[in-house]
């Protein structure tokens, strides 16, 4: 039986603080009565740990341009 979008969704629904109504856990806003809420679900990333992921990723870009630039010569 194919599950429905709502049926889906139902685990990452919670209740707005001000209004009730069901807003999902990433929102930091309520689309309905515009209060501000905590997100449950995620968290921000440290700035360190985001600061050492994109040195990573700009060091693999770089070895993956430099075996492109090797490969067509």
Same mark, same amino acid.
């Given at each position: 039986?194919?599950?429905?979008?709502?049926?889906?969704?139902?685990?990452?629904?919670?209740?707005? #603080?001000?209004?009730? @109504?069901?807003?999902?856990?990433?929102?930091?806003?309520c689309p309905f009565?515009? /209060?501000?809420?905590?997100?449950?679900?995620?968290?921000?990333?440290? #700035?360190?740990?985001? @600061?050492?992921?994109?040195?990573?990723l700009t060091i693999?870009g770089m070895i993956? /341009?430099?075996?492109?630039?090797?490969?067509?010569?």
């Amino acid at each position: 039986m194919a599950k429905t979008k709502h049926s889906l969704l139902k685990g990452h629904l919670v209740p707005c #603080p001000q209004c009730g @109504k069901d807003v999902l856990d990433h929102m930091t806003e309520c689309p309905f009565c515009h /209060a501000s809420i905590k997100p449950t679900a995620y968290s921000p990333m440290d #700035p360190a740990q985001i @600061k050492k992921i994109r040195r990573t990723l700009t060091i693999i870009g770089m070895i993956i /341009a430099l075996l492109v630039f090797l490969a067509t010569r």
